[in-house]
């Protein structure tokens, strides 16, 4: 008689995986077929970028985010911008530096990702300058990462959607998702420019990339730490408690439990105001409770000032650079777009013939991701992308497009 083994299948190896680090958070999407979200931190697909410093391990994820109001001595968080420097984070029994941070997400992130891949390719905040870039690559290496290639989040986004725009279609084809927040402006075709606008917790960062028919190049970016998403949300936590102050005579921020519970409903509730909802946020402690009821107007209100400067810092920016022609389109990362006011600012500040999209969550992964066969091939340098990337040759703009009208300057 015969006797068979059943053996496990056999995983796809060719599929590639794209990271998207920020200094908020890590996500990654694995291209081959479908693409699909990888789970980085069970049940969540993102990895929060808060470390806890409390137990005898330092963990990295859900337990960080639930201590950085409560205890916030013990969590170390926005890191990624400090790798290379001499700053250092004590969190309880533990002494860390940004590469030691940097370290943990890989050793986190490093078997879901090796059980989808043996290639992989990161995206990074264009804030990081070439010798972080390095020790970012360095320390990814040591955790045994199966790395390609690097990039520039936003150029890596301009060149996984440049077919689209020199033919003149929208960045988003599900763009009903962003109906609600501004009307969408037509779009041209042909080459062009465009503005990827992204948000962190160190800063709100925006990368110009000239869109030409075999090549995207970056023109010009600008970074700007005093839109951190850190500070929107400090805005909104101090309002909504001074609201709570007003209803009940109770100050969430005199307890840290109560402030660090109002602090974790913040993402809920910004999706919330995002999706023009009404928020209901609940203040609660051993002895006392509030509901707050909020409506997205005035979240926006809260963040009034925020939204000045960013609208102004925008559009100072892109005059700044002096384009021949307006942008084609302004690409707005989820995160960014979660911002109260933030996307209203920005279309307030744009010319007429500029299209303002909202970019899907995974866009830049699934961006970084395509950027791996690429390398395998040898079709692109050995190096950091972060001035330019040639377009496949199947990406060129066809004759028609590249004759279509400039985009409309004005208003």
Not at 98 to 111: H, P
Not at 139 to 158: F, Q, Y
Not at 293 to 307: M, Y
Request: a neutral charge; proline letters at 8%; charged letters at 25%.
């Amino acid at each position: 008689m015969l006797w068979s083994r059943k053996l496990p299948p056999v995983h796809d190896r060719a599929r590639a995986v794209g990271i998207d680090l920020t200094a908020s958070r890590v996500l990654a999407e694995a291209i081959g077929g479908k693409s699909r979200a990888i789970i980085l931190n069970e049940p969540d697909a993102e990895l929060a970028l808060f470390i806890s410093g409390d137990r005898r391990t330092p963990e990295i994820g859900r337990a960080g985010f639930a201590l950085c109001r409560k205890m916030p001595h013990v969590v170390c968080s926005n890191f990624l911008p400090a790798i290379g420097q001499s700053r250092e984070w004590k969190i309880g029994r533990h002494t860390l530096i940004a590469e030691a941070a940097l370290n943990l997400v890989f050793e986190k992130i490093r078997g879901p990702i090796a059980n989808e891949s043996d290639a992989v390719a990161l995206a990074l905040p264009v804030y990081l300058g070439p010798s972080q870039v390095t020790r970012v690559g360095i320390t990814a290496g040591r955790a045994k990462l199966p790395l390609k290639g690097t990039a520039v989040g936003a150029l890596a986004i301009a060149a996984d959607r440049a077919a689209t725009l020199l033919a003149g279609k929208p960045a988003t084809p599900e763009a009903g998702a962003a109906d609600w927040v501004v009307p969408l402006r037509p779009a041209s075709g042909g080459p062009g420019a465009v503005v990827v606008i992204d948000a962190d917790e160190f800063a709100v960062s925006a990368v110009l990339v000239s869109v030409e028919g075999e090549v995207v190049r970056v023109v010009g970016s600008a970074v700007w730490p005093r839109l951190a998403v850190k500070v929107w949300k400090d805005k909104l936590l101090d309002a909504i408690s001074d609201r709570c102050v007003r209803l009940c005579r109770r100050d969430p921020r005199d307890s840290a439990e109560a402030e660090q519970a109002l602090f974790e409903q913040l993402d809920e509730a910004l999706d919330s105001a995002r999706a023009g909802q009404r928020i209901g946020l609940t203040v609660r402690t051993a002895h006392w409770f509030q509901d707050v009821v909020q409506q997205p107007e005035e979240f926006e209100s809260h963040c009034a000032a925020l939204t000045r400067l960013a609208g102004d810092s925008v559009r100072d920016f892109v005059n700044g650079i002096g384009l021949a022609e307006p942008p084609r389109a302004v690409w707005l990362t989820d995160a960014a777009s979660r911002l109260p006011g933030f996307v209203r600012a920005v279309h307030a500040n744009t010319p007429e013939g500029t299209a303002v999209e909202i970019l899907p969550p995974n866009a830049i992964a699934l961006a970084a991701a395509a950027l791996v066969p690429r390398w395998l091939a040898g079709d692109l340098p050995r190096a950091h992308l972060d001035s330019m990337i040639p377009l496949p040759k199947d990406s060129a703009a066809p004759p028609e497009a590249a004759k279509k009208s400039a985009p409309r300057t004005g208003g």
